[in-house]
């Protein structure tokens, strides 16, 4: 069976180590873009907004598919110090691209690319405030965009009516280990000085997208990755349920 984490433990920030930080979705952040979303993970904020193209790359031209592609960036004042923009390095960092790649697998993994049609969309996450959690506060706040912008073209008929592109939901979250306990949703603090870091993405049927799991000091061992994975799908389907919550609640206002 099974081990979990002692709920009686508090954290620096008063939560257990099964507590999400507060997380807050604000649908409609953008008056321009087609869906959007300002997510917060308590201080770690991301916009997340998506654009709707009616029309493919020109390798995907005539297949009947359609295509959902994403970005994510930093603010050069997200963090601590300011860093300085990657556009005027001249060069994206692999960070950077690593991240956006997998936002976009993230989204991808629960669109019918058939049933969204020759039409593309492109998800932009910019991180306005980093506290941890940058990667896993974009996918799930990208989703209530990306759901958001469908809705549009489904209104604007670039959708049909009966389709349905979107076949499952996707969120995801941090877990780690810290002082030999596991914790949910890791504020900076406790990244940095977490034994085992893990970022988690599945679906809202509890299926695995991607696991990315590092040992920082000690391996872990089986049991303790099985531990992370059941508190990080614990976590997940608390954030389904706060996508669902926001994208049943009105909207107030989209680009027209």
Known sequence: MTEHP???????????PLDLRDVVIERGWSAH??????????RTKVLCTASFTNGVPRWMTGQGKGWVTAEYAMLPRSTNTRNDRESVKGRIGGRTHEISRLIGRSLRAVVDMKALGENTIQIDCDVLQAD??????AITGAYVALADAIEWARTKKFI???????????????????????????????????????NVVATGRGL???????????????????QLLDLALAGTTELAGLQRAALEASLPGRAG
């Not at 696991?211 to 099985?226: I, M, N, S, W």
């Open 160 to 198: 049909g009516q009966k389709s349905t592109p979107l076949i499952d939901t996707v969120a995801a979250v941090s877990v780690g280990i810290i002082d030999g306990t596991p914790m949910l949703d890791l504020a900076y603090v406790e990244d940095v000085r977490a034994e085992t870091d893990m």
């Open 33 to 42: 873009a087609e869906g959007s979303a300002l997510i917060s993970f308590g």
């Open 208 to 226: 695995f997208v991607e696991v990315q799991g590092t040992a920082e000091g000690a391996p872990f061992d089986r049991r303790e990755l099985d």
């Open 6 to 16: 002692a709920p009686d433990l508090v954290r620096a920030d008063g939560r257990t």
């Open 132 to 137: 941890g959690g940058t990667r896993t506060a």
